[in-house]
């Protein structure tokens, strides 16, 4: 239920934002946009479905946005604005252009950098380093997995990591052995068993951000 509502946040902006596009692009005479040149505001109204589906792709977290969102999120925008011209060819006083279609290309590349921009401006909002503990044993299969995540995101999130071996304490043992590894953010468990790094990330910036908020 939870990565439901999840993938439901991120991604209903998208589809209402789209849906409006596809309305204005229905009427024969735009008010608004008749008011101001074309080369202002394809870019502009590009640029925020563009920043809509890099935030939809990037899961809403405060890493930075990998170069594969980056193309995936051009990509998607570009194929929207193609098909949202063929869908200008069937309304009345309404056409197709090249030229609308590069516009909006040029918005959704504008959109990278100003992404770009607010992901640093959220990460100074991070404060001191988040204490994050792995808990593993000696003979266990995922946990070097498990730790090579964690010094992934170490790299782009303050975090201040610690490893425990569960076998050191009896009451640990009987606790976390049979989910190891276990990731906590302090004192909340966010992984066991075996490591998913997304599931990962997304538990660790949404509590990066609890606790510094």
Same mark, same amino acid.
């Given at each position: 239920?939870?990565? &439901? ?11 209402? =934002? ?10 024969? &005479?735009? /008010? ?6 074309? =080369? ?5 109204? =590009? ?25 995936? @999120?051009? @990509? ?22 090249l030229k609308d279609v590069l516009s909006d ?10 992404? +770009? ?14 204490? &994050? ?20 995101? @170490?790299?782009e999130v303050p975090l201040q990591l610690s ?12 606790? =976390?052995?049979?989910?190891? /590894? ?14 998913? +790094? +997304? ?15």
């Amino acid at each position: 239920m939870n990565r &439901v509502l999840h993938f439901t946040r991120l991604w209903l902006p998208v589809l209402a =934002y789209g849906t409006l596009v596809f309305y204005l692009s229905s009427l024969p &005479v735009v /008010p608004v946009a008749g008011r101001l040149p074309d =080369y202002l505001t394809h870019p502009a109204e =590009y640029l925020v479905l563009t920043l809509l589906v890099v935030r939809a792709l990037h899961g809403g977290g405060v890493t930075p946005i990998r170069r594969g969102t980056c193309l995936g @999120a051009i @990509a998607l925008t570009v194929a929207y604005a193609i098909s949202d011209e063929i869908h200008q060819l069937h309304v009345p006083r309404r056409t197709a252009s090249l030229k609308d279609v590069l516009s909006d290309t040029l918005g959704a590349v504008l959109a990278l950098g100003v992404a +770009e921009v607010f992901q640093r401006i959220r990460s100074r909002r991070l404060g001191l380093p988040v204490s &994050v503990t792995l808990y593993t044993r000696a003979e266990c299969r995922h946990c070097h997995q498990a730790r090579a995540i964690l010094r992934r995101i @170490a790299r782009e999130v303050p975090l201040q990591l610690s490893e425990v071996d569960v076998d050191s304490d009896p009451t640990l043992s009987s606790r =976390y052995g049979a989910q190891v /590894p276990v990731i906590l953010v302090g004192d909340t468990k966010i992984s066991k068993l075996i490591p998913d +790094e +997304e599931t990962i990330r997304r538990g660790l910036t949404r509590r990066v951000f609890r606790s510094t908020g």
